[in-house]
């Protein structure tokens, strides 16, 4: 399984980005997905997930409100779209996958994902 994320960039605060993840390697539709990220310096946090079937999602305090995770399973590709941003949301972005017999299940520890994207660079100024 390869996981590609893309749609990165530079955005002043207030902007909005949507992050694109496509996953090869098949059976998607039975891996629970996410995005993480790692600001410079810090340590990789959890940012959102989302279920096999997308019925179900779970996001970190900061992002609430603000950051949407999606999937569509028959483009093998999950997305974050990411609204109001703030300079504090400024990081490199990674998505992940974990194959799961859990029907309908999401996940926020890192650990628990099998593979991860190369990651995006997402700016914004301030």
């Known amino acids: 399984v390869q996981l590609q994320a893309s749609g990165g960039g530079l955005v002043q605060a207030g902007g909005s980005l949507r992050l694109s993840c496509a996953v090869s390697?098949?059976?998607?539709?039975?891996?629970?997905l996410a995005w993480f990220r790692q600001a410079p310096g810090k340590g990789r946090d959890f940012v959102g997930a989302?279920?096999?079937?997308?019925?179900?999602?779970g996001y970190a305090d900061s992002v609430k409100g603000r950051f949407t995770i999606s999937r569509d399973n028959a483009k093998n590709t999950v997305y974050l779209e990411m609204n109001s941003l703030k300079p504090e949301d400024t990081a490199v972005y990674f998505c992940?996958?974990?194959?799961?017999?859990?029907?309908?299940?999401?996940?926020?520890?890192?650990?628990?994902?099998?593979?991860w994207g190369q990651g995006t660079l997402v700016t914004v100024s301030s």
């Open positions: 992940a996958a974990v194959f799961s017999i859990i029907s309908n299940s999401w996940f926020d520890k890192q650990n628990t994902y099998t593979y």
């Open positions: 989302i279920s096999q079937n997308g019925g179900r999602t």
């Open positions: 390697g098949g059976g998607f539709s039975n891996y629970a």
